[in-house]
């Protein structure tokens, strides 16, 4: 191989490389806004309970029970702390499962 032909292997390698790295950022991000759906879909039936009943809910049971929020529970961990019936509850959620490999 000549100088000529290494030069574009190296910049077909250089392209190939760019292109994985540019997707493997593109799903990165889609996982991120994904993880932020659910928690503010949990937040919005929070206050919909506080709204509707006067009290933020002990538990996100009772949103799925009673306000119909649903999420992929093999895909999501979320952590709910509600400290009082008059505090918005701290809301966390980390994927987990398929989608965080």
Not at 37 to 58: F, M, S, W
Not at 63 to 85: K, Q
């Amino acid at each position: 191989m000549n100088r000529r032909d290494w030069i574009k292997l190296l910049s077909i390698v250089l392209v190939l490389a760019a292109a994985v790295l540019l997707v493997n950022r593109i799903d990165t991000a889609q996982d991120a806004a994904e993880t932020d759906i659910v928690r503010d879909a949990v937040k919005n039936a929070a206050l919909t309970c506080y709204a509707v009943e006067g009290a933020y809910p002990d538990s996100v049971d009772y949103l799925r029970e009673h306000y119909r929020l649903a999420y992929d529970e093999d895909r999501y961990l979320i952590t709910y702390d509600a400290f009082a019936s008059n505090m918005i509850p701290d809301i966390w959620v980390t994927e987990v499962g398929v989608g965080a490999q």
